[in-house]
Nanobody, 120 residues
Framework: QVQLVESGGGLVQPGGSLRLSCAAS????????VAWYRQAPGKERELVAR???????YYADFVKGRFSISRDNAKNTEYLQMNSLKPEDTAVYYC??????????????WGQGTLVTVSS
């Protein structure tokens, strides 16, 4: 069994920064297709950023220039650096990745979500 465990959410003032982490655990060989989504109250889940296996990044227009996605292959961990946060960034943030196991299987896996609240 594999899972993605998120950390780093919390309360931050407008203009502040947070870094979210998402670590794969279990019989993990590697992760690929990493991405971050968010879901604000009363809204649908939306894609925030994506990082491909060859290093290509995609950012939603509403976070371009403020957020940065990255990963550490040695730690099977992905990150989302969030700068210049705005109240409208308040949401539950979810990581997603294809997790490859040591037995040769792969699973499209979601993290449990971490709440980010931007408020003064």
């Amino acid at each position: 069994q594999v899972q993605l465990v998120e950390s780093g959410g919390g309360l931050v003032q407008p203009g502040g920064s947070l870094r979210l982490s998402c670590a794969a655990s279990g019989s993990v060989s590697r992760i690929n297709g990493v991405a971050w989504y968010r879901q604000a109250p009363g809204k649908e889940r939306e894609l925030v950023a994506r990082l491909t296996s060859v290093g290509t990044t995609y950012y939603a227009d509403f976070v371009k220039g403020r957020f940065s996605i990255s990963r550490d292959n040695a730690k099977n961990t992905e990150y989302l650096q969030m700068n210049s946060l705005k109240p409208e960034d308040t949401a539950v943030y979810y990581c997603r990745a294809v997790v490859f196991t040591t037995t040769g299987s792969s699973f499209d896996t979601w993290g449990q979500g971490t709440l980010v609240t931007v408020s003064s």
